[in-house]
């Protein structure tokens, strides 16, 4: 892929990332589609470059490998490696999951902290970007395998994060199984009960809504989106990937506002049933029995199941919501999207859509939104989850949801109006980049040089 910018300063913003980090495409990819949407305003604020805040925001604050050795049930040791990108702290402390999953690298770690900067900022809350991970696969792994290796990561990880300084959460991989086995370590080490893990059990520090609250803040946003064109969800057909957190609450809030899911997927296949997802069996599968969702199609034999990912998106709708993993809806899938009739794309996962289908959607009429918007909801909520603890009390679920509601349409709001502030109507990614960016900017403006 071509990395090209007009602006002079932004185009040697890039080619020093490329050159820095080798290897790292994903990052690139992230770095690319931010500094492409500062064009409208860069020169309108010569202080960031006058203040070195691009040279500055592209390069992580702190950036920690550590291995991570556990003992799986047959006695032999095994060996991971661990990772936390601590990336910008200029608003609030480092905040970001955790992802466990044999593709996890440095280039993807980078690419989800940067982008974890301006979400977070988005969501109106205190808290700075970061990610982290492993490439230890969970699947597959007895619980006592997958508590082995939580602990041991714990027992690195400890002396970098705490409630004030970093406050890791889930991701792809990191549930509550695993949120649970880490806290329990962290305490045990610190001797410190603190909020210092979002995605916690309700009996120990959780928030109500936390584990709804990415798929259902994906829903407000997308009613955000179709109020704007005169519509909602009332009647729509709509596709899901994925068939994990993100996309099993997605469903469910897209089913109360009155939509119809037809499809969801693993890594494996995905099903389509053209009478709508029923999601008490999906949630079965997946969160009871952490089974494949082929399981699906045995107890709804009027249901499909085909093998691979990419055939949902030739699945006819009027709404997609990537839901699984960055790249997985590329420019055959958007083509495939556009011509079988959609309106409207709105990103659960970060990163799903590659910038050819980002594109291609743009010039086609789709009103599309990124993740970095549109999946805010899951940190937000985190970051409420951080206030309960602060204050020693817990809200309840229509409290959390209400909250949750609210910060999904001010995010709608600051994107949708910045777009059209700076003659980008309806573009979304503009929108929210140059709104998530320029309070981190005037943030590390007015910190000086660190
Ligand atoms: P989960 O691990 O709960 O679920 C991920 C789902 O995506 C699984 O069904 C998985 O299938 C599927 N998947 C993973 N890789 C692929 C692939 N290459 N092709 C097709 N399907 C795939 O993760 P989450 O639901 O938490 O996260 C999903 C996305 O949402 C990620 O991009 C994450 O960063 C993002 N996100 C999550 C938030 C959260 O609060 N959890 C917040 C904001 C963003 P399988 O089981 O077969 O691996």
Known sequence: MEYTLNHPYL?????????????????????????????????????????????????????????VSWVDD??????????????????????GGIRLHPSVNLGILKFLGFEQIFKNSLTGLPMGGAKGGSDFDPKGKSDNEVMSFCQSFMRELYRHIGADCDV??????????????????????????????????????????RREATGYGLCYFTNCMLAKKGTSFEGKTVVVSGAGNVAIYATEKATQLGGKV?????????????????????????????????????????????????????????????????????????????????????EGANMPSTPEAIAYFQENGVY??????????????????????????????EEVDAKLKGIMESIFKAADETATSVGHEDNLVIGANIAGFLKVADAMIAQGAI
């Open 368 to 397: 599309f939104a990124p993740g970095k918007a549109s999946n805010a909801g899951g940190v937000a909520t985190s970051g409420l989850e951080m206030a309960q603890n602060s204050m020693r009390y817990s809200w309840t679920f």
């Open 262 to 346: 037809v499809a969801l997927c693993d890594s494996t296949g995905y099903i389509y049933d053209k009478d709508g997802i029923k999601l008490d069996i999906v949630k079965d599968i997946k969160e009871v029995r952490r089974a494949r969702i082929s399981e699906y199609v045995k107890e709804v034999p009027s249901a499909e199941y085909h093998d691979g990912c990419k055939g949902i998106w030739t699945i006819p709708c009027d709404i997609a919501l990537p839901c699984a993993t960055q790249n997985e809806l590329d420019l055959e899938s958007a083509k495939a999207l556009v011509a079988n009739g959609v309106k409207f794309v709105a």
């Open 74 to 95: 047959k006695g032999q040791i095994q060996v991971n490696r661990g990772y936390r990108i601590q990336f910008n702290s200029a608003i609030g402390p480092y905040k």
């Open 11 to 67: 185009s040697s913003i890039m080619q020093s990332v490329i050159e820095k980090n080798p290897s790292q495409p994903e990052f690139y990819q992230a770095v690319h589609e931010f500094l492409s949407s500062l064009e409208p305003v860069i020169d309108k604020r010569p202080d960031i470059q006058a203040n070195h805040v691009l040279e500055r925001i592209v390069e992580p604050e702190r950036q920690i490998m550590f291995r």
């Open 168 to 209: 890791p959460a889930g991701d792809i991989g990191t549930g509550a199984r695993e949120i649970g086995y880490m806290f329990g370590q962290y305490k045990k080490i610190t001797n410190e009960f603190t909020g210092v893990l979002t995605g916690k059990g309700l009996t120990w520090g959780g928030s109500l809504a």
